[in-house]
């Protein structure tokens, strides 16, 4: 019964009346990137364009994203929930409704959204709703905070293109996305910046579904 409750409780998205309350203060975290050098919070170029992307466990899907020639800049952090200013250990109660996110910030003369798109969806599951993999929760869930009007439509499109590709390769799950307007963004401690830049056998978490799209 108890890892029923609490399974239910990490699965279940939390409302203002159970989030926990979190802080005013920012979590302190890394000035720069550890692979890079480049500043984590900015200023980003002029030009440049932002997404955050969910992927499971932030540690991987920030490896994979920061190599991505045309991304100037990844950091980990927490979109999507209530809680103010959030711990990683309050993320993983379930209870702030934060999804781990990586913050991608990119040149988008070098690199479209598109070709973003296609890296996320070829590069997690997207069909398995509040966890990924072995990592359950609310925190686990597949998602894209967008910037405006115009990467909303991108990001819709090319999810309706990876459900065709689904369901022509026999893959029977529905996509779960949450594809939405980002809201606020709160950095992760610095522990987690570049983790497995810092831990190269670090746990990774990423698994596809093995079905590539044009997107």
């Known amino acids: 019964m108890f890892l029923t409750e609490m399974f239910n409780k990490k699965t279940a998205m939390p409302d203002a009346g159970n989030a926990l309350p979190g802080r005013d203060a920012e979590i302190p975290t890394a000035e720069a990137h550890y692979v890079s050098g480049r500043p984590l919070k900015g200023p980003y170029p002029a030009g440049s364009r932002q997404v955050l992307f969910g992927m499971g466990c932030f540690w991987g899907a920030e490896r994979l994203l920061w190599q991505i ?15 103010k200013n959030p711990t990683y250990q309050e993320t993983t109660t379930g209870l702030t409704g934060h999804a781990e ?14 070709e973003l798109l296609k890296v996320f969806f070829e590069n997690h599951d997207p069909t398995q709703g509040m ?6 929760g609310t925190t686990y869930r597949s998602v894209i905070y967008v910037e405006d009007d115009e990467q909303m439509a ?24 949450e594809i939405a307007r980002a809201g606020d963004f709160y950095f992760a401690d610095a522990d987690h910046q570049q983790y497995l ?19």
């Open 154 to 177: 991108e990001a819709q499109a090319a999810r309706d293109a990876f459900q065709a590709a689904l369901q022509k390769a026999g893959h029977g799950g529905r996509i779960t996305t």
């Open 69 to 83: 020639p045309g991304v100037h800049v990844t950091a980990a952090g927490y979109s999507g929930g209530l809680t």
């Open 197 to 215: 830049a810092k831990n190269p056998g670090g746990y990774c978490g990423l698994r596809g579904t093995g079905v590539s799209c044009a997107i």
């Open 131 to 136: 966890r990924q993999g072995n990592d359950i």
């Open 101 to 114: 996110v990586v913050r991608v910030v990119y040149d988008p003369t070098e690199l479209s959204f598109a």
